[in-house]
């Protein structure tokens, strides 16, 4: 897949023996999407942050434009 840096704010790239959540600090308004649940759940209760599964993009896609 490709996925245009563009979209980003800023792209993080991140160790195998890291975790997202000690790496990322999340601005307000901030918005993880992840295809790990458990990396999810980790950023939320971490930083109160909101997560999505790449199953949910479909929702923030205003189809309307």
Known sequence: ???SPDLFQE????GRDQRKCDVISPEE??????DSFAER???A???GMTTIGVDGV???IDYRI
């Not at 792209?11 to 991140?14: E, L, S």
């Not at 308004?29 to 992840?34: E, Q, T, V």
């Open 41 to 43: 759940k980790e950023m």
């Open 29 to 34: 308004g901030s918005l993880l999407i992840d």
């Open 11 to 14: 792209i993080i790239h991140i």
């Open 1 to 3: 897949h490709h996925i």
């Open 45 to 47: 209760q971490a930083h």
């Open 58 to 60: 479909d929702a923030l």
